[in-house]
T-cell receptor, first 111, second 114 residues
């Protein structure tokens, strides 16, 4: 079973384009994280959100708890945005934080 | 510099030869976790720890052991590695385990078991 679905799986864009990556999940969550994994393999956390919208520079993340859906937007995309973006909902239970992970969206931005 | 470190970064070994991958964080985080990443499967949680001497199984714990004797360290032990444990492994930590919190990831350890 797939508790987290991301789309698209692969995305190629021209520099400057507006990009949207979608994430749907089936589990009840406390928060949702967006992660970025660069070609070298390292993973960094971009956002943690539990409602509404957050913005960091050219990146915007939104979440709709009722619809169990989140989106990551990149405005004015740049080749350095090329990476894999991973959606990771989490829930906090008696045994602590449980993370679920999508399989990622591979983004390539062409100059 | 605040960071999560893992060693070794790359390891090639043979079936059955015990190995340990170390993980250390210098941020006084309570929560630490191990994940493996495989093509098409994404990240999967192996074990996690809420605090010293408190560990619990994740989704794929078979074939792995962990210990948390000190807050900063969370080693992953493969007593008898097998080829299906060939993977990219990440250690991560966060300040809290019982509240939604940002995770900080180590650089990854690429393990090949022949």
């Amino acid at each position: 079973k797939n508790e987290v679905e991301q789309s698209p799986q692969n995305l190629t864009a021209q520099e400057g384009e507006f990009i949207t990556i979608n994430c749907s999940y089936s589990v009840g969550i406390s928060a949702l994280h967006w992660l970025q994994q660069h070609p070298g393999g390292g993973i960094v956390s971009l956002f943690m959100l539990s409602s509404g919208k957050k913005k960091h520079g050219r990146l915007i993340a939104t979440i709709n708890i009722q619809e169990k859906h989140s989106s990551l937007h990149i405005t004015a995309s740049h080749p350095r945005d090329s990476a894999v973006y991973i959606c990771a909902p989490s829930s906090v239970g008696n045994t602590g934080n449980q993370f679920y992970f999508g399989t990622g969206t591979s983004l390539t931005v062409i100059p | 510099e605040a960071q999560v470190t893992q060693n070794p970064r790359y390891l090639i070994t043979v079936t059955g030869k015990k190995l340990t991958v170390t993980c250390s964080q210098n941020m006084n985080h309570e929560y630490m976790s191990w994940y493996r990443q495989d093509p098409g499967l994404g990240l999967r949680q192996i074990y996690y720890s809420m605090n010293v001497e408190v560990t619990d199984k994740g989704d794929v714990p078979e074939g792995y052991k962990v210990s948390r004797k000190e807050k900063r360290n969370f080693p992953l032990i493969l007593e008898s590695p097998s080829p299906n444990q060939t993977s990219l492994y990440f250690c991560a930590s966060s300040l809290y385990g019982r509240f939604p919190d940002t995770q900080y990831f180590g650089p990854g350890t690429r393990l090949t078991v022949l």
